[in-house]
């Protein structure tokens, strides 16, 4: 059996297309997003690069904020205050990681949860883990779009997470359960991970180790959901070796090209959101 590919830019292309309508219909406001950067990580500067393309190409205001790597904690502090005051600014992302000299959970809290549409303020995660509506973190959130995108149903199966960072695993797995999912999260210290994820139904990576999913750890028939992005002299690959594994899961996700636009679209989402609900 070769696995069906869970076409993310395709799934994504039509996410965006929808965003930009309503754009366009929502009359007074125009959805604005502040994106900020500091220091000169290469591979971040290409994900706030595409941000900002991503919300031209439907219609929503990118204010982007480039500091230096020598910013200091307090002026990151006193520009996310200007920001949350700011009512052109609907959704505030601040790109992680960012340097030594300041604490990312600092700054994360700063952020009006009104406007943190990655969904990483502890005031949201509290709420996603409740239930109640909130910010849904854009990677786990696009990843349930994809699947239901697909008609994979989710219900009664045994859904197994890699990782459990509070961006990717942690959210994955609330999401998973809330839609009646039996959901078994793996981490570093499991032991014998293989015998986890032979189990899955829906088998989801978010690890940061190039193909280190192979097909002896895959159930056959299983959907496999691979969030990792490895830069590789090769290219970009991705936690799973997609090769192999394709040949044993029923859907698969490529990489690039899977979950990745699936996130952008989704931050696109939360900001058109955040604006509609000002
Ligand atoms: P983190 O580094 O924050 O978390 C990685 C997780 O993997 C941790 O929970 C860690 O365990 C676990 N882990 C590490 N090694 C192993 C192992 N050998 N076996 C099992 N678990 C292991 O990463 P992120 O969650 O932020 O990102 C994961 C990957 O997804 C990265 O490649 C990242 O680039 C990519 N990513 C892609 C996105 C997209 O849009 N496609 C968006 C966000 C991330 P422990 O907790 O014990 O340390």
Do not use: W
């Not at 125009?30 to 500091?38: I, K, Q, Y």
């Amino acid at each position: 059996m070769t696995a069906q590919i869970l076409d993310g830019k395709k799934v994504a292309t039509d996410v965006r297309a929808q965003i930009a309508k309503e754009v366009e219909q929502t009359e007074g406001i125009t959805p604005g997003l502040a994106v900020v950067l500091v220091g000169d990580d290469q591979a971040s500067q290409v994900y706030v690069r595409n941000k900002e393309k991503a919300c031209n190409s439907v219609g929503i205001n990118s204010f982007m904020h480039l500091l230096p790597a020598s910013t200091r904690q307090e002026e990151l502090l006193d520009l996310i205050k200007k920001l949350n005051a700011d009512s052109k600014v609907h959704g505030i992302l601040v790109q992680l990681p960012v340097p030594p000299q300041i604490d990312p959970d600092i700054i994360l809290q700063a952020i009006d949860p009104t406007k943190d549409v990655d969904g990483f303020h502890p005031f949201n995660t509290g709420k996603l883990m409740a239930g109640l509506k909130t910010f849904v973190p854009c990677t786990p959130r696009g990843i349930m779009h994809l699947l239901a995108a697909y008609n994979i149903s989710l219900a009664g199966k045994h859904a197994v997470v890699v990782g459990r960072s509070n961006i990717v695993g942690k959210p994955m797995a609330s999401l998973l359960m809330a839609r009646d999912a039996t959901v078994t999260v793996c981490h570093s210290k499991t032991s014998d991970l293989k015998e986890f994820t032979r189990s899955a139904d829906i088998l989801v990576v978010a690890v940061g180790r190039p193909r280190l999913i192979t097909a002896d750890m895959v159930k056959p028939g299983a959907v496999v959901v691979d969030v990792g992005i490895n830069r590789l002299p090769e290219g970009l690959v991705g936690d799973v070796d997609f090769d192999t594994v394709k040949e044993v899961a029923s859907y698969i996700t490529p990489v690039p090209g899977g979950v990745g636009p699936l996130t952008i679209a989704m931050l696109l989402q939360n900001t058109l959101e955040s604006a509609l609900d000002k």
